[in-house]
């Protein structure tokens, strides 16, 4: 008889979740590094192969000087600083292509062999739909910048970038199904604040790509206060018409939000560890608990930094990544006091 569910599986859905934060890595890099509306086509097969020589560079460079990235932002670029951008653009959409082999093909091998039980393939129709539709995200996202603006929308940024994070997020959760399948009682209060947690955390990680994407983190660079001392700087409310628009459409507006939210996460957090220190907890919780707040400190003091410095690529890059493990962290506190 066919075990199903066996540890095949849990591999293939664990290396999924390594290749997402891979391509989360990537594509932070891609994003700081202004690398993102380089390759201005899309072109599933044939788009795996790059320019291999002289002519194919210059035919990709030409296409480029045809959008408005070059012809606004770029013009001053030569071969050389195209091939530069080319590159991170280039290895973010190979990496997915990737992603989806890995999660196809282990799919249909472990379908065919019934290695898969009716839950478990339901969740990975789930996943593959999440995958498609980041792809599809992808180049929405990338849409937006070729028609006339040097820069894609912020809105299609978050939406990329938050439907990574998920995708991540439940395909760990599914794993996390099969590592631990013994159920055991559960404390649904303590469970109900770590799932608002999450919320907050998911919330605050939608106004961190609303900040990359309108490049709100190179204005305000002090901490704790804004520009001129202020705990709310005028432009904060005043950018925008009306008001509301200020906190998801103006600069000011989206990195108060972003940077005062910051606070709330770290509260529940915290509020989470004081909620279950006194409880009678197995060691994988307490170890989690710990992990989840080493992590949202560092978080919270990366970001203070990527703020004062000016948004340095490492840094940036760092405060992405720790975002990317700390909703991991959340992730599995969240299944071991659920399941």
Known sequence: MVKKDNKKVI???????????????????????HSGLSISSYKLVSGTIPPLNEAEWIAEFEHYQQFPEYQKLHNHFDLEDFKDIYFWEYIHRVLGRLLGIVFLV??????????????????AIILLFLGGFQGFLGWY???????????????????????????????????LDLIYPVKKEINTHIRNIIRFGMAVLLIQIIWGAFVAGLDAGWIH??????????LIHETVYTEQVPLWKNFVEGKSGVQFVHRYMAYL?????????????????????????????????TQFILGVYTLILQVPVVLGVL?????????????????????
Not at 106 to 123: A, D, R
Not at 225 to 230: L, P, R, T, V, Y
């Open 11 to 33: 591999y293939w859905l664990l290396t999924g979740c390594f290749l997402i934060f891979i391509m989360v890595v990537v594509g932070g890099i891609t994003r700081l590094t």
């Open 106 to 123: 282990p799919f249909f091998y472990f379908l065919l062999k019934k290695q898969l039980t009716k839950p478990t393939i339901k969740k």
């Open 141 to 175: 996202m990338v849409k937006s910048g070729l028609i006339d603006r040097p820069s894609v929308s912020h809105y299609r940024l978050a939406m990329h970038l938050t439907t990574a994070f998920l995708t991540f997020a439940y395909t760990f959760w599914v794993a």
């Open 221 to 230: 660079n002090h901490w704790p206060f804004m520009n001129e001392g202020k």
């Open 265 to 297: 996460v770290v509260a529940v957090i915290l509020f989470i560890w004081y909620k279950t220190r006194k409880l009678s907890l197995t060691n994988l919780q307490q170890k989690s608990i710990n992990a989840l707040l080493i992590l949202v400190f």
């Open 319 to 339: 405060h992405q990544v720790t975002a990317f493990f700390l909703l991991a962290s959340m992730t599995f506190v969240l299944h071991r006091f659920s399941k």
